[in-house]
């Protein structure tokens, strides 16, 4: 594996697919990128918990009747909640594997269709009122993520596109190798967006990744230790997580903001939602943060996330 500190690096979208399709044994767990590690359930769960609360406020205006789509919907996590609350659900997946694992899932839900194919060129229909990327655009070259957000704001025209995309706190970064990924700031993503006509109208920090992800580079850095290495992930990364989440104001709060506060970039990577609409921010009632890439704010521009208003999120 190699890193690349500019968008000059194409990604090898057939490695993207074989990465997904070997991932799909476990696909619930590979679908957060939890499964190399040996994260338990509950770890899951506790990212999900907290996401929740941002995908519920920013789908907080969609009605019954809303139509939802969920692009890389993976194992289908969201795809089902979206059934119990919403008309119509469309999940997209370019893996076989991770949608047969959508479709056990999801067996007997008849308001979700389950479509295989590139976010890119699959055929959908439709006006959507919600659109859900939760880690997908960070699977495509610059070029196809400004082309795949167009086409969305298309099929969205007047609805909200939420983004959950892993990132890095300035710049760009490309990995090559078996797990091809961008990692892109929030400034990039916000870029993009503009390019694609759409302008984004609230960013928040990911905490439920965060404390993932703490819990994610401890196993890493623990598997380097020789009396550890040969252990099976699970039989570190579950005690790890039980001892995080028993000790979590420090061990998942406190710490991170303390060595956030002296500069240090740990975790390496972190994980934002972009809330975006079609259109221009006008000038003037655009909010940004003093600096997103090192103080991750939760930043509300106008519409109906709320009043214009601008909201520091917990560090
Ligand atoms: C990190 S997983 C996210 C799964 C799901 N959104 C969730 O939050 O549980 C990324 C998913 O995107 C899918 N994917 C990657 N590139 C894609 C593309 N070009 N078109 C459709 N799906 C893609 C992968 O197969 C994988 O299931």
Do not use: K
């Not at 696909?27 to 907290?50: K, N, T, V, W």
């Not at 400004?146 to 970064?173: F, H, T, W, Y």
């Not at 506060?261 to 009632?285: S, Y």
């Amino acid at each position: 594996m190699s890193a690349h500190r500019s968008e000059g690096h194409h990604l090898d979208y057939e490695l993207v697919r074989s990465f997904w399709e070997e991932a799909a044994h476990d696909a619930e767990s590979a679908s957060y990128m939890a499964h190399e590690q040996g994260l338990p359930r509950d770890c899951i769960e506790h990212r999900f918990a907290l996401e929740r609360v941002v995908i519920d406020r920013w789908f907080a205006g969609l009605g019954p009747t809303a139509s939802v789509l969920d692009v890389g919907c993976g194992a289908g996590a969201w795809t089902e909640l979206f059934a119990q609350r919403y008309g119509r659900i469309v999940g997209v997946d370019a893996s076989a594997g991770m949608l047969a694992a959508a479709r056990r899932r999801l067996d007997g839900q008849r308001n979700v269709e389950l479509v295989q194919g590139d976010a890119l060129t699959v055929p959908l229909d439709g006006e959507f009122q919600g659109v859900l990327l939760g880690g997908l655009l960070m699977y495509l070259d610059r070029a196809d993520a400004v082309a795949l957000l167009v086409r969305l704001g298309q099929l969205a025209p007047n609805g909200r596109i939420i983004l959950r995309e892993s990132g890095i706190r300035s710049g760009v970064e490309v990995q090559t190798g078996s797990y091809q990924v961008v990692y892109r700031s929030v400034q990039e993503y916000e870029a993009v967006a503009a390019e694609a006509g759409l302008r984004v109208v609230a960013v928040e920090r990911n905490r439920g990744y965060v404390h993932m992800e703490i819990a994610v580079a401890l196993v890493n850095l623990a598997r380097r230790l020789p009396p550890i290495a040969r252990r099976d992930a699970a039989a570190v990364g579950g005690p790890l997580w039980r001892l995080l989440r028993a000790t979590a104001p420090v061990a998942l709060e406190l710490v991170p903001r303390a060595i956030g506060a002296v500069g240090l970039g740990w975790p390496h990577l972190t994980n934002h939602f972009l809330l975006l609409e079609r259109g221009t921010v006008p000038d003037g009632q655009r909010h940004r943060p003093p600096d997103a890439a090192v103080t991750p704010s939760t930043y509300i521009g106008r519409g109906h996330a709320g009043a214009a208003q601008v909201r520091r999120a917990s560090q």
